[in-house]
């Protein structure tokens, strides 16, 4: 067989069922093994999305999605999806192709620096490399296997020169991967502090949900009783109705505009137990700046991909650890029947804060119901009173996104996909095609911009190609909102360059054989997102909403 047909069987090896990609010329020999394979693929319009869809892959099933694109302008044309993923810690083999090993001068899709993928990748993957002798191949691709998945998870990249693809392969070159990481972390400094703690309470981050451990998480807060809140970006770790999750983000508690009910949350505590933090994040900053300040102590509990440790610095303990969902099962035994905290009639106080919450959101929602054009908050409302209790809902990045995800709340753990702190624009769109691929039974709900949906909208080509059930809502006010509020609010500018003349996304997405609506009166609003709801095959509803609106006061 040659490099390419290995390529392919490793893959099947590894029970890979689905490939994102965009064919070139110097990837056409693995194109060819797939085609004679079992695995199916999704063609994509851009390589952009290629990338993304990956990341979602990743995200929605924990194992490593598969990007497959070109050398040269398709590699970088997919290098902010494979950033995204990078940054969401989402396992993804990155496989592009490369110009001939013979070609290192003035290559075709080069730039006369014959390592300049891998070397541009090397940063915003967890490993990047050039394969330059096919006897590599199987090597290479378990390994990349193996570090997107362990740690702190994230994509791989590797490059795959042309010459590669089409040599021979001498002899047996099956490789059998001996990697087993073995640890065992004493969890007796957890249990000594829990042990003289009255008041813990739990802060989840990514990592839970990169290592599938909301239910561990769960079981271990009921069994020592404490509340858990969570980052920003990871709502979607718990169910919102379970009794213990407070449901909001946490960051503002130490800083900016909270409900006055969550901040007395953090100021009761006497022990904060984070699990999956990232480190460095402005979170952690903010647990370490209330540490020294008020000696409460914290524990850090990471997944990364260094040795176990323990690290001591004055009130905070790091703990790392390569199996975070191991470690918290394993504490909740360790600690069964010997500590349960102070806390007092914590699921009715959790209750009675998420009931007022979500009073005043749905008022401020109703209250702008008449305006027109359409408010953004009575949108968002009524996305979240109709869909359906485990939706998907992928989000882009600007205005759209702060209104999602100030109002939706999960009822599904893992069920919000967006671009995360890397923000990039254009993500919603390709990832309701990814995540409705993935999970066909879940109905998948994208919303976004209408600067988002222009990043990426050639992929309605693929919504309608396979036949994908998803329900894209569009708030169009022809602005890149957030921009022009940073301009406005952050620096005193007068709004440039900010205006947008954008399409009617609904006759754009007829065009091209998926579905559209519009909606320009308030009135017609709730008739529309329920038709919209129960309409089958692709569907782009095209929202008139304005970016001078009233913001809700806090940031929950």
């Not at 998907?392 to 599904?412: C, K, N």
């Not at 709004?495 to 091209?512: G, L, M, R």
Request: hydrophobic letters at 40%.
């Amino acid at each position: 067989m040659n490099g390419a047909e290995l390529i392919v069987k490793i893959l099947e090896d590894k029970n890979v069922k689905l490939i994102f990609g965009l064919p070139g010329y110097n990837i056409l020999p693995i194109y060819e093994a797939i085609r004679k394979s079992n695995i199916e693929h999704v063609l994509v319009k851009h390589e952009h999305a290629s990338a993304i869809m990956a990341d979602v892959y990743g995200r929605l099933t924990l194992k490593p999605g598969i990007s497959l694109v070109t050398a040269g302008p398709g590699a970088l044309n997919s290098a902010t999806g494979v950033a995204t993923a990078y940054s969401a810690c989402s396992p993804m083999l990155h496989l592009t192709g490369h110009c001939s090993t013979q070609d290192k001068i003035q290559p075709f899709h080069g730039v006369d620096e014959w390592l300049f993928l891998e070397k541009i990748f090397k940063n915003i993957t967890k490993w990047s490399k050039t394969l330059t002798d096919p006897e590599d191949i199987a090597e290479s691709l378990n390994k990349a296997f193996r570090i997107a998945s362990s740690g702190r998870k994230g994509p791989v990249h590797l490059s795959f020169p042309t010459d590669i693809l089409e040599a021979e392969i001498k002899g047996e070159s099956e490789f059998k991967e001996n990697y087993q990481l073995k640890f065992k972390m004493e969890m007796d400094e957890i249990f000594e502090a829990l042990k003289s703690s009255d008041k813990p309470l739990i802060v989840a981050g990514k990592g839970v949900l990169r290592t599938g451990a909301w239910s561990e998480l769960k079981a271990f807060a009921e069994e020592i009783y404490a509340p858990i809140s969570i980052s920003r970006r990871n709502r979607d770790i718990l169910p919102f109705s379970e009794p213990l999750y407070t449901g909001y983000m946490v960051v503002g508690a130490f800083t900016r505009n909270l409900p006055e009910q969550i901040v007395k949350l953090f100021e009761e505590t006497d022990l904060i137990l984070t699990f999956g933090l990232e480190r460095g994040v402005r979170m952690q900053r903010r647990f370490t700046e209330t540490a020294e300040k008020r000696k409460i102590r914290i524990i850090h509990v990471y997944q990364e991909d260094i040795l176990p440790r323990i690290k001591r610095k004055g009130e905070i303990l790091e703990v790392n650890i390569p199996n975070l969902k191991g470690f918290i099962q394993d504490a909740t035994i360790k600690i069964k029947g010997k500590y349960r905290s102070k806390w007092r009639n914590l699921e009715e106080r959790i209750r009675k804060i998420k009931e007022e919450i979500e009073k005043e959101l749905r008022e401020f929602a109703y209250q702008h119901s008449d305006e027109k054009p359409i408010h953004p908050a009575y949108l968002v409302q009524l996305i979240k009173e109709k869909v359906e209790k485990n939706a998907i809902l992928t989000l882009d990045v600007g205005g759209s996104s702060s209104w999602m995800e100030l109002y939706h709340r999960s009822e599904t753990s893992n069920s919000i996909l967006s671009p995360e702190r890397f923000g990039s624009m254009g993500y919603a769109f390709p990832a309701a095609i990814a995540a409705k691929k993935i999970k066909p039974e879940r109905q998948v709900v994208g919303v976004t911009g209408d600067g988002g949906l222009l990043m990426n909208l050639s992929e309605i080509s693929t919504a309608v190609e396979q036949r994908s059930d998803i329900k894209i809502f569009v708030m169009n006010d022809y602005k890149y909102t957030m921009i022009l509020k940073l301009q406005i609010s952050r620096f005193g500018y007068p709004p440039f360059q900010v205006d947008i003349h954008t399409p009617n996304f609904a006759e754009c997405a007829k065009s091209f054989g998926a579905k559209g609506l519009r909606c320009e009166d308030p009135k017609d609003l709730e008739s529309i997102v329920e038709e919209a709801l129960n309409m089958k095959g692709p569907l782009i509803v095209d929202v008139n909403t304005t970016c001078q609106y009233e913001f809700y006061k806090y940031r929950v």
